[in-house]
């Protein structure tokens, strides 16, 4: 229901007139001069009850008279289903990320979408215009069109291997529509499974903001289960026919233990178990310098895409480090890793630079440097001084006293080892102006105890907060001296590791001499001469080729976030979108129903033309019966009345 012209509507108040007509009348019953008055006075008690009943009549009708012309002048119409709509302009938005290929009964969420969306287009009008935004592709554009190419365009949506932003999304529907309604009834749609991360932040309506009509599954999410996270060797780089580990992150509900599978170059390699929350660890053989490619899998259930995780990690071969002095425990662990191939020592030019009281060839060259404070603090100027000419933005400060302990960390076996270390002697590290470098190790306190960072002559540092003699700490003779010096020298020191994964969507500058970029799928791109790639959304490993020779490559996978199938409640998009009409609904009718809210109707203004007449020809015979009939000598009869 519906009126054309609503402000009309205050004709009604003209039903007031008859009502306050009625109120004030005063009845003035006739003077009769007859002798028999005892007769009147009886015929006028039985006359009283047929004459307010008249009265009463008449009023209402009067009353409905004036409703009807009122009603009739702001001309009501009915919206009626199979009437048809208002022209309107739609944005349709469509949420493919990877939680819509969940699989539910027999189903895809991405299929029930499609299957909602073509229900909707099956009934729009010639002059309807259309927006497809899918949520899935954020750098993809709107997709404009009438309903017959848009409905090309959601058979071909599939999901993709992102994350969702619905709020961005509306966001953006909002200012198509502004742009491009042209007069057109305006109409946001969403069909989206709700995951609990689709919304970002809350997106307040503002004004003119059009109506929003969002359809989800009614369904309970299934489970599911994921592996999250790919880390080798405790985030080191494999070191060239060395042994390591991959520790795969295993996410989703239960306690049931998942078998989880390591498989490199599509073979194999290791098998372990762990459940939901864990992590397993698995053996990754020996391998040759170069770049080894492989992914953890575990086994299927309703979301196949976040059951398997690519990686690529470059082995390199062992690292050449040097030591500028003397330090008797620090020349053993340096040659323990040394025996057991971790590193390889030499007398310059050294991939790595041991440096104690910042001695020796800091400010040289463009590799790593591990500065340890001096054993005496009269040395510490001394010390600054170099580390400045080194381009290195810290300072050493006057020793703290007490003795200090590591913060414990989790899942780390180095910072578990750490704990029962003991610091007699730690020196304070003060930043030179505003610096980015990173903290490595923090005491128990906070405060830095190693620090990483890049030197302004070129290269890394990474400068410890206490000397690794017997004197100062408990380090050198605990099961921790060995561990550290690998991390610092095989991790923390080196530059970073060359970029091993990239995000969907993503745009990366290409190595020189880059000719073409292999996809997962195993297509190719002609890439010659181009500074910059930018990559779909396809998961799995992408090769950079010169010529036929791999000189690089990335792993890519779906976003963690979207593992989790969780949904969102009705009511928390009230909160989600403050001040928006929204019409929320999980049946397939009510969305069909819903959608082109501004539906098209017949107007009700003749029918109710017609009730007036009659209304009016009922009053006029009530009214007429009511006139005073004269009798034959001329008198009133007292039981009648006026019209």
Same mark, same amino acid.
């Given at each position: &229901? ?39 006075? =009886? ?15 008449? &009023?209402?009708?009067? %009353? ?39 699989? &539910? ?16 287009? *099956? ?9 497809? /935004? ?16 848009? &409905? ?124 939901? @929350? ?44 040097? %030591? ?19 590193? =390889? ?39 600054? @001084? ?69 030197? =302004? ?47 969907? *969507? ?37 090769? %950079? ?27 928390? /998009? ?37 009730? /007036? ?12 019966? @009511? ?17």
């Amino acid at each position: &229901m519906g009126l054309l012209n609503p402000l009309l509507l205050m004709l009604a108040g003209a039903a007031a007139v008859p009502l306050l007509l009625h109120l004030f009348q005063r009845h003035q019953g006739p003077r009769v001069v007859f002798p028999a008055l005892r007769y009147l006075r =009886r015929a006028e008690k039985e006359s009283a009850r047929r004459i307010r009943i008249r009265q009463l009549l008449l &009023m209402l009708l009067r %009353i409905l008279a004036m409703l009807l012309i009122a009603f009739a002048a702001a001309r009501p119409f009915v919206r009626l289903g199979g009437v048809g709509h208002a022209p309107t302009a739609v944005v349709l938005i469509i949420d493919n990320s990877l939680s819509s290929s969940a699989v &539910m009964g027999d189903r895809r969420v991405i299929d029930d979408i499609k299957e909602r969306a073509l229900d909707m287009l *099956g009934d729009a009008a010639p002059d309807d215009r259309f927006w497809l /935004l899918r949520a899935g592709n954020a750098g993809e554009p709107a997709l404009a069109g009438d309903a017959a190419s848009t &409905m090309t365009l959601v058979r071909e949506t599939e999901p993709a291997a992102t994350a969702s932003d619905i709020g961005a999304a509306i966001e953006h529907a909002r200012a198509l529509l502004a742009a491009g309604a042209e007069g057109r009834a305006a109409e946001i749609q969403v069909l989206t499974d709700l995951q609990v991360n689709s919304f970002r932040a809350p997106l307040a309506s503002g004004s003119n903001a059009p109506p929003v009509i969002v359809w989800h599954p009614s369904d309970a999410p299934p489970q599911n289960r994921s592996i999250t996270d790919v880390q080798l060797g405790g985030g080191m780089a494999p070191v060239e026919n060395q042994r390591t580990v991959a520790s795969a992150a295993v996410s989703g509900t239960g306690t049931t233990p998942i078998n989880v599978r390591l498989t490199v170059d599509g073979r194999l390699a290791a098998a372990a178990s762990a459940r939901p @929350g864990e992590s397993a660890v698995l053996a990754l053989p020996p391998r040759g310098a170069g770049i080894v490619e492989g992914t953890v899998d575990i086994d299927a259930d309703a979301m196949h895409a976040d059951d398997r995780r690519f990686f690529v990690a470059r082995v390199l071969p062992p690292p050449t480090v040097q %030591i500028t002095s003397d330090a008797p425990f620090i020349a053993d662990a340096l040659a323990v890793l040394a025996e057991a191939g971790r590193i =390889r020592m030499s007398s310059g030019n050294a991939d790595v630079l041991i440096s104690p009281a910042a001695t020796g060839p800091i400010a040289q060259g463009r590799g790593a440097v591990v500065v340890l404070p001096p054993t005496s603090p009269n040395e510490l100027a001394a010390v600054n @001084g170099r580390l400045a000419a080194a381009g290195i933005p810290w300072r050493y400060g006057a020793p703290v006293p007490g003795e200090a302990r590591f913060a414990p960390g989790a899942n780390d076996p180095l910072l578990t080892a750490l704990e029962s270390a003991r610091m007699r002697v730690t020196y304070t590290l003060t930043a030179e102006g505003a610096v980015t470098d990173s903290a490595l190790l923090r005491l128990s306190d906070g405060t830095p105890w190693a620090v990483h960072g890049e030197r =302004r002559v070129g290269g890394t540092y990474v400068l410890l907060g206490s000397p690794l003699s017997v004197e100062a700490s408990t380090l050198p003779t605990s099961a921790a001296m060995i561990p550290l010096l690998d991390r610092l020298i095989s991790a923390w020191a080196p530059s970073l590791p060359p970029r091993t994964e990239i995000a969907p *969507g993503s745009e990366i500058s290409l190595p020189a001499g880059t000719t073409a970029v292999q996809r997962p799928d195993e297509t190719k791109d002609d890439v010659a001469g181009a500074a910059a790639y930018h990559f779909g959304t396809l998961p799995g490993i992408y090769r %950079i080729l010169r010529d036929d020779s791999l000189i690089a490559a990335y792993a890519m996978n779906a976003p963690a976030s979207e593992s989790d199938l969780t949904r969102l409640k009705e009511r928390d /998009l009230d909160e989600l979108l403050p001040g928006w009409s929204l019409h929320v609904t999980d049946d397939a009718g009510s969305w069909r129903r819903a959608a082109f809210r501004e539906r098209l109707g017949r107007e009700l203004w003749r029918p109710l033309l017609l009730a /007036l007449l009659l209304v009016l020809l009922v009053e006029t015979s009530i009214a007429a019966a @009511g006139r005073p009939r004269r009798g034959t000598a001329g008198a009133r009869v007292p039981d009648t009345e006026a019209g």
